[in-house]
């Protein structure tokens, strides 16, 4: 089952920006459509939008959340295979293998380069086959310099 | 979603620009899976008997995995099918790298070309659109300048396979290049894609890939990386050590059944480079145009190419999609280009020993043009050794070589041919369609070595020293291949361990004993060739399979991906059943299974006097019949019988 639109939805716009498989259509200021072939769940749509007029796959109201707030791929490099899994899984292209090898061997680890580009959609995680990426809310950065 | 196929293959007929999405019905995923097996039901029941394969009925398909994406691991590998203008029969070709998931992203499991363009074009793919676009932009370009051009139009994340100039010229030799580098470089399909004016496939899906137990799949593919991860004492060896294992293997009056775990540690090491050394010292690798033995290259010659040498100049490895090994690697290199990929053992040794090439600065170069040029490195080094056998036998002159001195071991006159069979100058135009077309063309008795099986030149393992090659080499649906089966990868696979009726072998053998033809070579070669036909479905990589059945659990993923409850037997026969429809396709196209068998000085028909491979030879004619009645194919002529294909339901 695909997300859909309600008729909150008042034509911002929105969703169909940040939508990465093109499946939202609509005209300005007017309601919007899902394409249930084109839909991959990924629920960015809802996660954006200020009138809470999306439904998920399994029918519930989507909630608009601060992008600060959106959960994002943690590496446990033990655990990660190199296998690129998670780089192909990710559909807006924000992660990446590093060019330079870090600290195991000679293979090339995935990496959040494009942290902006992430949708939260947590498929870089679900594909993974060694749980190797966790979701995870961003560290504030005033914490992370507390943290050391 | 919990499908781990799409269900959807999308057809191109590039005469009228036609693109027609179809639907493709459970049970021809449940007969054949995809991948290859997917591409050998389409091109079996929609091409014509008579197509010719450069003329617009051939079809060609960009098969993606039944596997891929379902989060198994060795499982990224796509199929390029079509009917080879090499050798006339059925034609694929497999690769890695990330292409195979970006086919099952756009929502299908497989993309499929016929007609022919009138001016050059590329298909792209992106969200549920697809559009034939002018390429006559990128026409002229090698495969990595276009795989930048078209990456800088429509992004990074874009997969994109293409044909460099070779394809474009139509040779024989050429194929299909994705990833900067990696190629599906065997059968000639490259050809097929330059005669069409298909410069290149775009894709950029983002659509999701199922499988009925995620849970499973995951748990299982642990399983599996536990065993790549195991630790092997091979591990301390330098490169130059693995010579010393391939002297022992020569050496010793018996052998003992091979486990992949060596394997895979050596491919973790140094790539499939690391077999470089060793596999000259057994006898697996033909030299000087399979005239000559390990006595012609031996350490001091070798060491010129010790694995070690190359792993130097890694820079980082390189793996496929769902690879948790990371066989490849990119490699710094001197001169015009910086970077490359890690040039493979088949490229290593076609393009030194095979041509007694001693300079290793030269393989790294030539396999870096070829790759650019998309020409198949190993066809490509056989065809300049057949030249240079050519040459030094007095068949060709300097007056035919334009003034190249094509002595053996001449460095700088083997590239310039190399060179010229890229741009089809000269000498380089007769010799760019491969050693059994330029061996017509010259006559004079050069059939006698241009060392070939129904056309296709095959790969650096010689089947005197393992004659499960020579049986794969002349017997498979797809001529001279060296992916399918081996006594070697037999021993490796651990089959027997999985399915009852299978032999094990005796924990030590004398090397003889792998000459005795018996039913159970017959047994042992079809269980590796019907095994082989169910992965190429799958889209796994051999050298995964190489692990072990018990370690690798490729039936175990497929029920888990599928949600059948399929017992390995069942699974042998769809790899049965896609074997013998390859076939089938050949019978139908008038290919006589018999001509196809390799050249006789490959089969040691008259032995060689001297090296690992001294007073061997393999009777092919003997073996021919038990390996096709293994399948139900009339043991005389090597066809299909009416109540086989009955059996497997092939109409």
New interface residues.
Partial sequence: MPYTITEKCNGCAACARIC????ISGEKKKRHAI?G??C??CGACGRVCPQSALLDAGGSGCEMLKRSEWLKPELVMEAC?????CV?AC?V?CLALS???RDK????YPYLKDAKACIGCG?CS??C???ALIMQKPVKKEKAVAAG | MNKPYMGKILMVDLSNQALTEETIPDPVYQQYLSGMGLGAYVLYNRMPADADPLGPENILGFCSGFLT?T???FSGRWTLVGKSPLTGCWGDANCGG?FS??IK?C?YDAVFFKGISSSPVYLHV???KTTLRDASDLWGHDAIETEEMLKKRH???AAVAVIGTSGEKVSLISGVVSDKGRIAARSGLGAVMGVKKLKAVVLEG???IGAHD?AA??RL??HC?KW?NFPMPLKLLPGKGMALVGTFLRVSPALFPQDGLLYKTILREWGTGGMNQMSIEMGDSPLKNWDGSNRDFPLAKSKKIDPDLIKDT??????C????L?CG?ICATKGKYAHTHKPEYESILALSGLCMNEDLDSVFYLNEILNRAGMDTISAGATAAFAIECYEKGILTKKDTDGLDLKWGNTEAMVALIKKMISREGIGDLLADGVKVAAQKIGKGSIEFAIQAGGQEPAMHDGRNDPGFNVHYSLEPSPGRHTLGAHLYYEMFQLWKRLKDLPKPSLLFTKGSKYKIDEEKAKVAAACSKFMSLSNGAGMCMFGLFLGSKKIPTFDWLNAASGWKLTPEDYMLIGERIQTLKQAFNIKHGIEPKNNFISSRALGTVPQQEGANKGRSVDIEKLAPGYWEQFGWDKNTGKPKQETLRKLDIK
Avoid: W
């Fill in positions: 990465p498989s093109g499946a394409n072939y084109l991959i769940e295979m190199a296998c690129s899994i192909d559909p292209g060019d330079v090898p061997g000679v293979d090339a498929f679900q594909e086959p060694a749980d | 994406g989060g198994s691991l990330t998931p970006a992203r929502g992106k969200n549920g992004g990074s994340k983002v659509q999701r995620p799949m995951k593919s642990r990386n790549v890694e820079i980082v490895k390189y793996h999609y769902s690879c948790p990371g690697g």
